[in-house]
């Protein structure tokens, strides 16, 4: 099976028959992996993709999709895709221009927020290396104990906790952002019951509402009238007789009622 890059041929190859030979059977035609034709045809043809993988990847159709990659590394820029195609398909693609800002800046944020857990993380190991060494160095006799190697470990243990602080510090800020953000997009889960809530009302609330308006009311007789009376005059022109292009004469309009002889 041939690994590496695919040449001009075989992605000429692949776009041609994309449409009637699925991913396996090129595969084999070109003795390639079936799982690497399939992302090929995903990526570069966009064929076979589902609603969130379409979202997902139409964001690199974005002009600033360059900036992502140079911001993020590979694994991040498939979590980028990943929260961009779920976020847009919550808000049923109902997205504008200055909201989509707001999407990829909350999922900046998100992935800030990841990177910032990771760098704690690393920490607290190094922390806990470290109190591991001091450990065995104050184990061994008082008489062979090298003090300086401790109060080395000391410091940089030290040194270590006030990073892993500043990193709580910044997390609980890009936290805070990252929740306001989402309030202003409305996108909470509280948000997003109240929307419903809101869109909710009854048959007799609404009765209850055009009675203490009684100018929506007329409005909307007067709305309602107008209807009926245009209803009724197509009605007598449409049950006229009408000459054809073709000669004949017949209503357009038949029923029991407008039947003439």
Do not use: C
């Amino acid at each position: 099976m041939r690994k590496g890059r695919l040449s001009k041929d075989e992605t000429q190859f692949i776009t041609d028959n994309a449409d009637n030979m699925g991913p396996e059977e090129i595969a084999t035609a070109l003795d390639r992996d079936p799982a690497s034709i399939a992302m090929f045809i995903k990526r570069k043809l966009r064929l076979g993709l589902s609603e969130e993988e379409e979202v997902a990847y139409s964001l690199e159709d974005r002009p600033y999709w360059s900036e992502l990659k140079q911001q993020f590394t590979t694994e991040e820029l498939d979590l980028v895709k990943y929260h961009w195609s779920r976020i847009i398909a919550q808000f049923r693609d109902d997205v504008f221009p200055t909201e989509e800002m707001q999407v990829v800046d909350v999922i900046k944020i998100e992935m800030l927020m990841n990177r910032s857990l990771k760098q704690n993380k690393e920490t607290i190991d190094q922390i806990n290396l470290l109190e591991k060494l001091l450990i065995q160095e104050r184990d061994v006799e008082l008489e062979h104990r090298d003090r300086d190697y401790i109060m080395n470990l000391e410091r940089q243990a030290a040194t270590l906790r006030a990073s892993q602080e500043s990193l709580n510090r910044d997390y609980r800020d890009l936290q805070t952002k990252k929740s306001s953000m989402l309030k202003e997009m409305k996108g909470t889960r509280e948000q997003r019951i109240k929307r419903l809530e809101d869109s909710k009302q009854s048959f007799t609330g609404w009765i209850a509402h055009l009675i203490q308006h009684p100018n929506m009311v007329k409005k909307y007789g007067l709305e309602m009238e107008r209807m009926r009376m245009a209803m009724t005059a197509e009605k007598e022109r449409l049950s006229a007789f009408h000459k054809y292009d073709d000669g004949q004469v017949d209503q357009p309009f038949l029923t029991p009622e407008t039947a003439r002889e």
